[in-house]
């Protein structure tokens, strides 16, 4: 799936990965290619990708995650 991460600034990152797991309003969520479509709020804290079998961190601030079938 592809992911974005996207500052006020600038592109941060863009590409295709395996797995996101961030930190929503909930907790930590964990998306999958596939997952239902979804709007949520970012939490502070650690977010991690895999991206061909490697792991991938990033600290992140407040924001919004928007989940759609492909991205």
Do not use: W
Not at 53 to 64: A, E, K, R, S
């Amino acid at each position: 799936m592809k992911l974005s991460i996207v500052t006020p600034e600038s592109l941060v990152f863009a590409g295709t990965v395996d797995s996101v797991v961030l930190p929503g309003s909930e907790g930590q969520l964990g998306v999958l290619p596939g997952h239902a479509s979804l709007v949520t709020l970012l939490q502070p804290g650690e977010l991690s990708y895999r991206m061909a079998g490697q792991d991938h961190y990033l600290v992140v601030g407040d924001g919004f995650i928007e989940v759609t079938q492909q991205k």
